[in-house]
């Protein structure tokens, strides 16, 4: 049984940092690769940022230079690391995972992210 589970979501005021991270289970970790992505209230998912098995990372024009994501092959968990973080950053924030081998999606059920301003 696949599962995602995030954690790290809370309030926070524009400006501070949260630190997201997601647990896989069930998966090869390490041929997956490895997303965030966000819904804002009344807007489509969107990504925010993706880690490819071999490392490579790509981040929405949004959250270039504030956003970090890594990962922990040994741990099987992904980060996001959320600095300057501003109310658009508002969201339900989910892990997404993608075999190379199936191209099997699996995702966690999502975690809510709140900056005030």
């Known amino acids: 049984q696949v599962q995602l589970v995030e954690s790290g979501g809370g309030l926070v005021q524009a400006g501070g940092s949260l630190r997201l991270s997601c647990s896989a289970s069930?998966?090869?970790?390490?041929?997956?690769?490895m997303a965030w992505y966000r819904r804002a209230p009344g807007k489509q998912r969107e990504l925010v940022a993706r880690i490819t098995s071999g490392g490579t990372t790509t981040y929405a024009d949004s959250v270039k230079g504030r956003f970090t994501i890594s990962r922990d092959n040994a741990k099987n968990t992904v980060d996001l690391q959320m600095n300057s973080l501003k109310p658009e950053d508002t969201a339900v924030y989910y892990c997404n995972s993608r075999s190379l081998i199936s191209s099997l999606l699996y995702w966690g059920q999502g975690t809510q992210v709140t900056v005030s301003s």
């Open positions: 069930g998966i090869i970790f390490n041929i997956n690769d």
